[in-house]
Structure formats: structure tokens, C-alpha cells
């Protein structure tokens, strides 16, 4: 199952990423970094009930049918896919200590759009509600799906609220955020109508993996994300453009686990750049560090070293 990416010049929430002025913050050639407009696509999930998950995003989230193929489906909003769902049988559900998903995190431009789906997500299904946080440079929600795949609903603060140490990483934290005071105060009715239209956009992906140093060493020295955070050898987090995170690793749970297995979960993320811009910079790096790349009609594809697949893809060109 494919879907081609929307332009994302002419998508305001990728516009948010981009950063037309941006200097590298880890002092690197902008030749040896992935492109400032980079955006994160759609992610894939394998599920062994795809009408089961289907049902969920939709009635939880919003999302509506993108593209659909036999019992595959694109699930989106406003024409931008974000998740997609593939039949998968036999197969089984992760162990929570396996490297993997630890979230996709949907990005809402607006807070009452945000507050819309959280309180559609709860009304639904309270028991998957697992927390909520203010980060500083980001408010954020948190829900596990019907597959026990992690879900991040969010909103970014300005990012002129953002705070940049000179060491080129930025404050982020986490502080409890009461999910009925945020209601309180920005949820209206005219979100809640508007549900399964407002913009939306995957704005950072989440993964378990074994070691940081080596999530490190292949995410940010090969791939050419930058690292704007850490947490020491727990977590990672890394982005292009100046954005506070496309990305982030984390062993709380898999310290030292190995390459993940086929299992339900997990199948793709896929990372879109602008037309023309820095695929082939990635791909030499990548072959230069001895990795494996391949080039298919998705784009190039390459598994990082828990063998989660990433697809890059260039952004479909303007109309003229």
C-alpha cells in the first residue's frame, strides 16, 4: 500500500518545520544534514484486525480513508495521510521490551482542534487515556490504540517560547497538564463539529530501540538528523530545521534489546523532503557508513539498526 505526499509547500503544518533562515544548531555543513523543510509522513501498522484499529482512529480521531486497497487502508485528515493500517496474519504483538513504536505523534494546528479530538478520544474509550503533559515547547496527550500501538495528540507552543541552550539543545520537560482543564478551557463546539476536517500532520515519531549512542551514531552521523536534546543514555531526540523533534529514541523499556522481529506494530515511517533536496546527500551517507539502501517506487528505502523500516520520499513537485 502507497500513497504520494502531498506538496508540502503548500501544507501550513509542514510549513511550521521549516526554518527558511535556519543554521545548523550542531555546527555541520548543511550539505552532511537532511533538508530544513523536511516533514515526517505517514506511519504504517501491521494488525492482524485491521476493521478492529480502522474503527478506532476513525471513531476516536477523526481520521477518514485516504486510499483504501482490499483491507488496507490510508487514514488521514484533509487529504494528508497519517496512518495506515496493513493486514497482517500470523503474526504476533510485540513485547513491550522489543525495539519498535513507542508512539506516532499527531500534530493539530490549532489547540481547540487538538482539545476536539481529545475529548472525542476519551468519550469514546477512557481507558486508553494514559496521560497528559506540557513539554514547554509543546502540550501533549497520550492514548494507547486497540493493537497497544502508542498515540501522541499534540500542539506546539510558538516557537519563539522555545529555549535553546548554548550547547544547541532545547528545554523540554515533563510537567503534569491537567486533561479537564485544558478542555476547560479550549474546546468549543465548532472544533468538535469540524473534527474530521482540521488540519492535522504526523509532527515526530517515537521509537524503543537497544542502545542510544548507536541510535545516535546512525540518526544523526549517517541519516543526518540534528540532535536537539537527550535525556544521557535514555533518550534521544532529533530533528531538521530547527524544529524541537522529528524524532526521538528511547530504551526505558529495551536497553539493549537487538533487531526487532516481524511482529504486529510497527511497519514503516516514512519521511518526506522537499522536491529536490537532500535525498541523494542521504543516500550517499548512508552507503558511505555501509548501510544497505535500496531504491523502490516508494523511495529509498533503509532499516536502521533495530530493523525498522524508514522510507524517504521527495515531495511531489508544484503544479505549474
Known sequence: MSFTAPD???????????????????????????????????????????????????????????????????????????????????????????????????????????AATVYSAVRLDPTRFVGSSDHLVSEAFYFQDPDNNGIELYVDRPRDQWQWGADGQVAMTTLYLPWDRYLDTHLTEEAVNRLTTAPASVGHVHLQVGDVHAAEDFYVRELGFEKTTALGTMALFVSAGGYHHHMAMNTWNSTGVGPRRNTLGLGSLEITLP?????????DRLKSAGRSVQRTDRGLEIRDPWNTLLVLSEAEAEAN
Not at 275 to 283: P, R, T
Open 275 to 283: 522536491q529536490g533536496e537532500g535525498l541523494g546527500s542521504a543516500e
Open 8 to 114: 508540502t509547500a503548500a501544507d501550513p503544518l509542514a510549513l511550521r518545520h521549516q526554518s527558511m533562515q535556519h543554521q545548523p544548531i550542531s555546527g555541520r555543513p548543511v550539505a552532511d544534514l537532511l533538508p530544513a523543510g523536511l516533514s515526517m509522513g505517514m506511519v504504517t501498522l501491521k494488525s492482524d484486525n485491521v476493521s478492529r484499529l480502522r474503527a478506532y482512529y476513525e471513531q476516536a480521531l477523526g481520521l477518514v480513508a485516504v486510499a483504501e486497497d482490499g483491507p488496507n487502508v490510508v487514514l488521514g485528515r484533509s487529504g494528508v495521510p497519517l496512518v495506515g493500517i496493513e493486514e497482517a496474519r500470523g503474526l504476533t504483538l510485540p513485547g513491550e521490551g522489543e525495539a519498535g513504536l513507542y508512539h506516532v505523534a499527531i500534530l493539530f494546528e490549532e489547540a481547540a482542534d487538538l
